[in-house]
C-alpha cells in the first residue's frame, strides 16, 4: 500500500490492459463500524463479477483477476487499520490499494481505463490541506479534508526541540522548564535560563528546531501546495512563519498547546481556519466563469471539454461527484460519443476522463456537488486559451 500522489496516478493512467477494475470502499478507523467494510467489499467483489461476465471473461478469469483483493474479505487485523476510506485498483497484471484520508462512496467500476475521479480531490487544490501541530516536546503533521484528518510521517524530522539540542555544549544551551506561572488557560509558558542573552539564544534553539522540521517536511511534501494551518502557542507562530520554506502557510492558526488536543479537535479547530480560504477560491473560480461566459473560453459541454483537457487547453475544471456521463471519445478526430444504457466495459466515464486529463495537464480541479456547478450543468470549464 502506497500513499496516493501524482506519480501513482500516472502508473494507473499507463495501464494498457482489460479489464481494469477500481473499487472504493467507505472504511472506518475505530470501533464496530470497521467490519462493516469487510461486508461491503465483499458485496463489491461480487458486482465487479457481475460487471466481469458482462466484460466476456470466464469464471476462471475473473476468478483470477479479483484474487488478490479476495485477502481482504475476513481479514480482521487488515480492516482495523484504516483510514476513511479503501481505493482497490485491480488488472490483470496489477493490483494496487491505498487506504484513503478522505471519504468515498461505494463503487465498482469495470471498463478499458481505471476510475479516478473520487481521488482527484487529494491532488487537486479543492478541499484539501495540512495541519502542522508544533510544540517544544513534539510535533504532528496532519493531512486533512473537511471530514478527516490522518497522521504522516515526515521522514528526517527531529522528534522534539531536546532532540535538536542533546549534542550541543551544556554550557551554550538555553535550558528550557515549565515552572513559569500559568499564561491564564492553565497552560504553562515555558522560561529559559542559561547563558548570554538568554531571549536570543532561546529564539535562536526555536529557530534551529523549526528549520529542521521546516526542511524534512518540504522534502517529503514535494511540490505539493495544499495549504498548512500552524497549531501551537502564540509565540511560536511568527517564529515559524519567519524561517518556513513552503509557500502556502496560511496567515492564521490554531492557538493553544497542540499536545492537550486529540488529532480531531486539531482538526475542527484548523477546519474553521481554511474553511473560509476554500469557500473564497471556489466563490473566485465561480464568479470568473460567470464573467467569461460568452466569450469563447468557458464551456459546460462535454463534447468541448474531453478534447480540450486532452490537448491541455482547460485552466480549470469544476466537476460533478456522485454523476457519470458514459461514452469515449476519438482520440484522432476528438470527437465525443455519448452511451447511453451502454455497459461500462464499452464505455469511459467522460467527466472522470475529462478530471483526470486537466489535472494532469496542469489544470486545478474542483470536484463538487452538481448543485454548486456554475452554468446548471454536470461540469464547468475555463480554457486557457
Known amino acids: 500500500m502506497n500513499e496516493f500522489t501524482r506519480e501513482e496516478l500516472q502508473n494507473l493512467l499507463a495501464v494498457q490492459e482489460e479489464p481494469c477494475v477500481s473499487i472504493f470502499v467507505p472504511t472506518h478507523k475505530t470501533g464496530s463500524e470497521t467490519q462493516q467494510a469487510n461486508i461491503r467489499l465483499k458485496n463489491l467483489l461480487r458486482e465487479a463479477e457481475s460487471k466481469l461476465t458482462n466484460f466476456g471473461l470466464k469464471q476462471q478469469q475473473i476468478k483470477e483477476i479479483l484474487k488478490p483483493a ?11 487499520h484504516q483510514q476513511n476510506g479503501l481505493a482497490v485498483f485491480i488488472s490483470p497484471n496489477m493490483f494496487r490499494y491505498f487506504k484513503l484520508p478522505i471519504e468515498v462512496r461505494e463503487r465498482t467500476a469495470v471498463g478499458q481505463r481505471f476510475f479516478i475521479k473520487p481521488l482527484l480531490g487529494m491532488l487537486s487544490m479543492g478541499d484539501r490541506f495540512y495541519v502542522l501541530a ?9 493531512h486533512c479534508t473537511p471530514h478527516s484528518a490522518v497522521r504522516l510521517e515526515i521522514e528526517g524530522a527531529p522528534e522534539s526541540l531536546e532532540e535538536v539540542l542533546k549534542y550541543d555544549d551544556p554550557e551554550k544551551q538555553v535550558h528550557f522548564h515549565t515552572r513559569a506561572p500559568s499564561d491564564g488557560d492553565g497552560h504553562r509558558a515555558a522560561v529559559s535560563y ?8 532561546e529564539k535562536e534553539n526555536l529557530r534551529r528546531y523549526f528549520h529542521q522540521i521546516d526542511r524534512a517536511l518540504v522534502k517529503n511534501l514535494g ?6 494551518v500552524f497549531a501551537g502557542v502564540d509565540y511560536l507562530f511568527p517564529i515559524y512563519k519567519e524561517i518556513t520554506t513552503y509557500n502556502n502557510l496560511l496567515g492564521d492558526h ?10 480531531e479537535e486539531i482538526h475542527e479547530q484548523a477546519w474553521e481556519v481554511v474553511e473560509p480560504v476554500f469557500q473564497q477560491k471556489l466563490d473566485n473560480a465561480a464568479a470568473r466563469f460567470r464573467e467569461l461566459s460568452g466569450t469563447g473560453k468557458t464551456s459546460t ?3 468541448e471539454v474531453a478534447p480540450a483537457a486532452i490537448n491541455g487547453r482547460v ?5 460533478a461527484t456522485g454523476v457519470s456521463i458514459l461514452g469515449d471519445i476519438n482520440l484522432n478526430s476528438n470527437k465525443v460519443n455519448f452511451k447511453e444504457g451502454g455497459s461500462e466495459g464499452e464505455s469511459v466515464d467522460l467527466l472522470d476522463f475529462s478530471a483526470v486529463h486537466t489535472f494532469l495537464n496542469g489544470g ?9 456547478i456554475p452554468g446548471e450543468d454536470n461540469l464547468a470549464a475555463i480554457f486557457r486559451y
Open 70 to 80: 479476495q485477502k481482504f474479505v475476513g481479514d480482521r487485523l487488515f480492516w482495523q
Open 134 to 142: 508544533l510544540s517544544q516536546k513534539q510535533f504532528r503533521l496532519l
Open 194 to 201: 542559561g547563558h548570554g542573552d538568554e531571549n536570543y539564544v
Open 223 to 228: 511540490p505539493d501546495n495544499a495549504p498548512i
Open 254 to 263: 490554531v492557538e493553544g498547546n497542540p499536545d492537550l488536543l486529540r488529532d
Open 301 to 303: 459541454d462535454i463534447r
Open 315 to 319: 485552466e480549470l475544471l469544476f466537476v
Open 364 to 372: 486545478l480541479v474542483y470536484p463538487v456537488p452538481p448543485e454548486d
